[in-house]
């Protein structure tokens, strides 16, 4: 019945909808650029929140970004979910996942060299740190490059250093991608210049920085807020570059929370930001993709959300089933402060418990599954005679039959015989 009643908003929903965007494009029509601009930021900002459709969910905010996530750096559950799965141009945070295979790939002290091909990858108004072909610094120096200053050169000489070639990095970005869950991300740079063909979405990108952002190395880089590359081997002064992360500056959008992020921009993707944030034991990464107004205070209106209305719960603490035995003692399910951990459904797998609340996924544990063995039922020892009895009887009929037959055949053969003789 529930989801009869469902489909049915749904359509209703729908239909509302088209009337509505037919009344809209008569009316952007008629509108100034500049008001048609504002009603497109308002359609956004009106879009679908998924996440406020589940049963007794804490209800999350509007944001003008077209797709935002929140998901628990711990347990991978998600808190917030609008348009997570909706393919978009992610700009400069693909240099998180550049940096992620980078990392997994190679040492802070190895050189990084910058050919030709990596000095004419820039197209005009792409940020850039001005190095040139032969030059080298290290991957330190270069991570830094990378994530504070967004060079894209950087991007690329990355690429080539670590893949050997920048085409072989760009696939181990799309199998770490994979790797990691990702299922609408294709990239096809380092540094996520726009192309129709390099995008991803608010999920992948969320699970793309809970890998990146769990080495410590990475979170060193995105903490710095002013870095110096010294003189090189072709160039006699410092570069120096700061960080462009307005959450981890001060300054109006100043947050003590937050511990790391990227941002990102294009005329296409509109700005992209991704944040991690941390309060007490719990750990967030906020996501959000195609905004054009209020990036910032939207992803503090988000985290906000996530720190005042869910909580993280030891499962070994909390699990009673007997089916379950050696659970890992530091796994913890995310909930809301209003469900109770025996609300949850479990899915077991050979050596893991995936737990959920109304099909959301919350959190999971390694451990042991006791199997329950299927008891085979005896049969009633009135049901064995009756199965002999007819047995019995069936080949007594059979027995008979044949034995007919056989008379039958000889006395066919007799008259045969006694007619030839009297002929």
């Known amino acids: 019945m529930r989801n009869r009643i469902k489909r049915g908003i749904g359509i209703l929903l729908s239909m509302v909808l088209i009337f509505q965007c037919g009344g809209y494009v008569q009316a952007t029509e008629q509108m100034t650029p500049e008001q048609t601009k504002e009603a497109e930021i308002q359609a956004s900002y009106n879009k679908t929140i998924e996440s406020n459709a589940i049963q007794n969910w804490p209800q999350g905010p509007q944001v003008y970004g077209d797709s935002a996530i929140v998901m628990d750096m711990k347990t991978g559950a998600i808190l917030y979910a609008k348009g997570i799965d909706e393919e978009r141009y992610p700009a400069s945070i693909t240099k998180i996942l550049t940096a992620l295979v980078a990392i997994e790939n190679s040492q802070m002290t190895d050189m990084v060299k910058f050919s030709e091909e990596s000095i004419q990858s820039l197209e005009p108004g792409y940020a850039h740190i001005a190095m040139k072909a032969g030059e080298e610094i290290t991957m330190k120096d270069a991570l830094h490059a990378l994530m504070l200053a967004s060079a894209n050169e950087v991007a690329y000489a990355i690429g080539e250093t670590v893949g050997g070639t920048h085409e072989n990095?760009?696939?181990?970005?799309?199998?770490?991608?994979?790797?990691?869950?990702?299922?609408?991300?294709?990239?096809?740079?380092?540094?996520?210049?726009?192309?129709?063909q390099h995008y991803t979405s608010a999920r992948d990108m969320a699970l793309?920085?809970?890998?990146?952002?769990?080495?410590q190395e990475l979170l060193d880089i995105v903490q710095t807020l002013q870095y110096t590359i010294p003189?090189?081997?072709?160039?006699?002064?410092?570069?120096?570059?700061?960080?462009?992360?307005?959450?981890?500056?001060?300054?109006k959008y100043h947050d003590n929370r937050c511990i790391g992020g990227k941002t990102g921009y294009t005329?296409?993707?509109?700005?992209?930001?991704?944040?991690?944030?941390?309060?007490?034991?719990m750990e967030i990464v906020a996501v959000i993709m195609r905004s054009r107004r209020d990036t910032f205070e939207d992803t503090k209106k988000i985290c906000d959300y996530a720190f005042n209305n869910f909580r993280e719960v030891n499962i070994s603490a909390n699990e009673k089933s007997d089916k379950v035995s050696d659970i890992d003692g530091e796994a913890c399910v995310t909930l809301p402060k209003n469900i109770e951990f025996n609300q949850l459904s479990r899915q077991y797998e050979k050596d893991k418990v995936n737990y959920c609340y109304e099909g959301q996924f919350v959190g999971e544990t390694k451990a042991k599954i006791k199997e329950v063995k299927k008891e085979t039922k005896k049969e009633p020892e009135t049901k064995k005679s009756d199965t002999f009895l007819m047995k019995t009887i069936i080949a007594v009929i059979l027995l008979l039959i044949i034995g007919f037959t056989v008379l039958l055949i000889l006395n066919t053969i007799r008259r045969k015989k006694r007619k030839r003789n009297r002929s």
């Open 169 to 196: 990095f760009i696939k181990m970005m799309n199998d770490k991608a994979k790797e990691l869950g990702c299922t609408h991300t294709h990239f096809i740079n380092t540094n996520g210049m726009f192309d129709e």
């Open 208 to 215: 793309i920085a809970r890998a990146a952002f769990s080495h």
């Open 231 to 251: 003189p090189t081997n072709m160039e006699s002064e410092p570069r120096i570059f700061q960080q462009k992360h307005k959450m981890l500056l001060n300054g």
């Open 267 to 281: 005329e296409k993707a509109y700005n992209t930001l991704v944040t991690v944030m941390e309060q007490g034991d």
